[in-house]
């Protein structure tokens, strides 16, 4: 089979539509390709810096694929059995508004804003701002989260290989800013890139990844890669069903516009009056995706053969079809050759 039609039968599989979008500038001058701020990680970089932090995972676990009850009517239940951690809710209660987190989708920005519309305090909210707008934090009782309580539901969703990249660079290389890597390499499961690599040994340790990826098949068992419909699925499908929510958005158009499109959808606009000023505080006009990787500024450099282009699109197979994404121009060009 040729290559082309390889390629236009993969996007035949996934259901995908070119995007209409133009394309991402490309970094300025002297601009860093991952830009992440330092976090968790102390120290100096290298495999000492792994001291405290959680073992790589030598094995890949395998997903658990427990019953779930579903109907049209939006009562999809799965059994509770997500970890805490996993249930990435935060909310607005005086909008009475839901979001559904995903990390790579500017979570931090996201729940660093929604923190400072609730006023939340404590001394290290500002770095771990994710819990703090939770319905514990909140007070709320998640079972009285409902549509019929007046709640409405929302999340934003990325192009799944600029997630994926995005995991790639800020959780397997050292930021060659700070000389450390994101949470001390722990959510990489995979090989950590511990010194700075030129470009053309970076694109060939992302293309080894997405290789090791596509042999096992699946993305690694780590919230930062997941598929987004398993974020929404340990959220609560059945008030994040991509069908039902009130609203759903991509951060690789202007994230400016669409948080602010969200807000006033759902009425937060009008229940805080600080919020327009806040949306352009966490999410500047004119930044690309209100990200703070700029990996996918040159995406076109790391998926630059077909095969990977494929092959990552394959691990995204069910985000394509369930939250019907589109294949980005760049990436269309590459699979047709």
Request: net charge positive; charged share 25%; proline share 6%.
């Amino acid at each position: 089979m040729s290559a082309v039609c390889r390629a236009a039968s993969l996007l035949q599989v996934i259901g995908a539509v070119v995007a209409l979008s133009g394309p991402r500038a490309a970094p300025g001058p002297g601009e860093p390709l991952y830009g992440w701020v330092a976090g968790d990680e102390f120290g100096a970089g290298g495999p000492s810096q792994m001291a405290g932090a959680h073992a790589l995972a030598s094995k890949r676990s395998v997903p658990s694929t427990r019953a779930t009850r579903s109907d049209l009517a939006g009562k999809a239940q799965r059994l509770d059995r997500w970890p805490f951690h996993l249930k990435a809710r935060i909310l607005l209660p005086r909008a009475k508004l839901a979001f559904c987190y995903m990390p790579k989708v500017a979570s931090n920005q996201i729940a660093t804003l929604f923190g400072e519309l609730n006023r939340v305090h404590g001394e290290k909210w500002p770095w771990e701002p994710w819990e703090y707008s939770g319905p514990a934090k909140l007070n709320i009782d998640w079972s009285r989260v409902t549509r019929e309580n007046g709640w409405k539901f929302a999340f934003l969703h990325r192009d799944p290989l600029a997630r994926y990249l995005s995991a790639f660079g800020s959780k397997c290389m050292v930021n060659a800013k700070y000389g450390n890597v994101e949470g001390a390499g722990k959510d990489c499961l995979g090989k950590v890139q511990w010194t700075a690599l030129p470009m053309d040994k970076m694109v060939e340790a992302f293309e080894e990844r997405v290789r090791f990826d596509a042999l096992v098949g699946r993305p690694v068992n780590n919230s930062h890669w997941f598929p987004m419909i398993k974020n929404l699925r340990a959220c609560g499908i059945d008030k994040f069903h991509p069908d039902i929510v009130d609203f759903k958005g991509s951060i690789d158009e202007d994230a400016n516009s669409v948080v602010r499109r969200m807000f006033e959808a759902t009425g937060v606009i009008q229940a805080y009056p600080n919020a327009s000023a806040l949306i352009d505080k966490h999410f500047p006009r004119q930044t690309v995706g209100g990200h703070s990787s700029k990996s996918h500024n040159r995406q076109d450099e790391f998926y630059r053969n077909a095969s990977t282009v494929q092959a990552v699109a394959r691990l995204y197979e069910e985000d394509f079809q369930r939250l019907r994404l589109k294949v980005s121009p760049q990436m269309h060009s590459i699979l047709m050759g």
